[in-house]
């Protein structure tokens, strides 16, 4: 029979690894053994990314599109807020709907993320409790997937940059490492919510306030040089500040980056990404018990 | 070659406390007050030792509650132990629910690959194993279609038979074949004995003790979290009957609710055979006798009895009613019994918890004179041969036609044979 003499073969074949379990601890080398084994299960991270995109465009009319419909419509109510009823002090040429939209696209792809990935354990409570696999990968493939709509949303502001006349600098190409500095940012973000979501429901409740409040501290209805200058390095703690105006900077501005601005940012997010991964791994083994 | 280890393994749950009449209080004065007290300490697992050779199956058996879905639990490494070492030699694939991970919007073919990779395939061993998954699950025709539109017993079948197509040096199976039909658990039942026979180590937790007979090679007996009784499957199970049989009628768990108004108290429960010996183990098809022994302290008019039978998920599998054939009863005081009988017993083989209730007969759903909550358990074997889903009895005969008249059987002779001159 085929199936006893292939389970024969792999019997020779693969080595087994052995597994000790025991009562969860702190160490280094666990961090280590913790990466390899997210590596190992990659597959199913890609397979859950592919999944949620399936899933959140399957049995809508307007499909991908809704992944532009939010910031489109967001810039269009700011444009009609900030230029018509309240003025915003703007100081480049760059038309108001373009300055939005490019902060707009990456916001967006900022707050939806946090939010699906703070719930991302608590949501799938039926496989945490039933399945073993590195429960980090719940919110990494809100992430991956939250890439995915950015990089739909994107190509609308290429169009409105034609529209509208503004050119195209090569500064552009600073957008990439731009948007990796906020994808660790976000992820360290949605490692310590997602876990802290497990014990204290909380958690979910108060994230759209403070990411509204968190909108508005940030550059993105206005530019960072309209903050007064006695706050500014304080204003910049926030990493998202450094991201928003620096993405806008090189897209639509077609001005080289602050390296300055930018560099807080950086640092920031990867001082706090490795102390994001060991929180998370730390309170994991209880995940189960908890939920 | 040991697959399997368990060194003195301990789990502890701590279960916060909130104050008395927490209710009238909010959760965040609540949450407050709780850290102040000590919180409630848990043991399911305590000290539990043993291992587990290579190509072994071991059956882990108890109550609910005694511990066998944690100890599997810290096995597929979904919750850590307390205390102890967990030494595992291989890949390990765990079953603790069947189609835990499929997604309802997402269809069999994504569902296929959704749930191997959570289980620990590469999307190449997958695609490898689609054609074997499909065709063992039996739902060919549905492959593209979304698993919300599925049958239940669908379900049941693709998320078996990804897990059994695995391949994996450990199985972990919980309670498995709870689910699905008849045919498809003795299909189940092959494919775990296939996978055994080629060397892979299997740990079994299951209610039906038949099955646990018939697979498994070496069985515990856990109860309160700890090793009672280890060693071959016919003897632990046979422990296993004893120690559940002995205690007649444990503290049942209803009896300090308020809704019980306590005139009749139920005193003994015992379920006898066909010449009136007490037994806990019956055959399909089998004569049973179920006897309520209770004591009246008033009398009480219009009462009826209850026997419910049910798995231990509490589903109710068999209701005896006594107001169903009879009229209610006038209960005098002083001690009676109630006897309900059998002539062929209906149940198929397995482990059934009774429940039994003395209430009024108009009374609101809820109150009740007494009621005792898995007072007894009854293991049924296979007795009457059968297959589908119960056994109905019946009886067969040959009904001889009434009066055999020789003119009918004249005309048939006549109408078989071509009529002339018509």
Known sequence: MSISSQTADSFEAHPRKTKVIRAPSFSPVRIQADIAELYQYRDLLLTLTAHRVKVRYKQSILGVAWAIVQPFSLMLIYTLIFTYIARVPMTGTTPYPIVLYSALLIWTFFSTALTSATNGLVSHTHLVTKVYFPREILPLSYVLAGLFDLLIASPILIGLMIYYGVPISIYALYAIPIALILTVVLTSASLVLSAAQVHFRDIGMALPLVLQIWMFASPVVYPISAVPERFRAWYLLNPMAGIVENFRRVLVEAAPPNFAELGVSALIAVVFLPIAYIIFKHTEAKIADVI | ?422
């Open chain 2, 1 to 422: 070659m040991i697959d399997l280890k368990f060194a003195n393994v301990s789990k502890r749950y701590r279960i916060r406390q909130g104050p008395e009449g927490a209710t009238s209080e909010n959760r965040l004065t609540r949450t407050l007050k709780g850290l102040w007290k000590p919180r409630k300490e848990f043991w399911a697992v305590r000290d539990v030792s043993f291992e587990v050779e290579r190509g072994e199956a071991l059956g882990i058996i108890g109550h609910n509650g005694a511990g066998k879905s944690t100890i599997l639990k810290m096995l597929a490494n979904i919750t850590p132990p307390t205390s102890g070492e967990i030494v595992i030699n291989g890949r390990l694939s765990a079953l603790i629910e069947v189609g835990s991970g499929f997604h309802p919007e997402l269809t069999g073919r994504e569902n296929i690959f959704l749930n191997g990779s959570i289980l620990g395939m590469t999307r190449r061993e997958i695609s490898a194993k689609f054609d074997r998954i499909v065709e063992f699950a039996g739902i060919q025709q549905f492959v593209d279609t979304p698993v919300k539109r599925y049958s239940s017993g669908m379900y049941v079948r693709l998320g078996f038979s990804i897990a059994a197509h695995l391949d994996p040096d450990i199985l972990l199976l919980d309670e498995v074949l709870a689910v699905g039909d008849t045919a498809f658990q003795t299909k189940c039942l092959k494919r775990i004995t296939q996978l055994k026979e080629s060397g892979t180590t299997i740990v079994f937790i299951s209610h039906d003790l038949g099955a646990v007979e018939r697979v498994c090679t070496r069985s515990i007996l856990l109860e309160h979290g700890e090793i009672q009784a280890m060693g071959p499957p016919d003897e632990v199970i046979a422990e296993y009957q004893a120690r559940a049989g002995s205690t007649s009628l444990p503290p049942p768990l209803l009896k300090t609710s308020s809704l019980l108004s306590n005139e009749i108290e139920i005193t003994s429960f015992t379920f006898r055979d066909g010449d009136g010996n007490e037994m806990s183990l019956a055959r399909t098809g089998d004569r049973l006798t179920a006897r309520i022994e209770y004591h009246c302290e008033a009398p009480v008019a219009d009462v009826v009895f209850e026997i419910i039978f049910h798995t231990m998920d509490e589903e109710v599998i068999c209701h005896f009613l006594s107001a169903s054939d009879r009229p209610a009863e006038d209960i005098p005081e002083g001690a009676g019994m109630i006897e309900v009988h059998c002539d062929e017993l209906g149940l198929f083989p397995g482990m059934y918890y009774v429940d039994v209730i003395v209430r009024r007969a108009d009374a609101q759903p809820g109150f009740r004179i007494d009621s005792r909550h898995r007072c007894k358990n009854l293991r049924v074997d296979p007795g009457k041969q059968l297959r589908g889903l119960f056994y109905s009895p019946h009886r067969w005969d040959q009904p001889k036609p009434i009066v055999p008249s020789p003119t009918l059987v004249a005309d048939a002779g006549v109408a078989s044979e071509p009529k002339v001159g018509i």
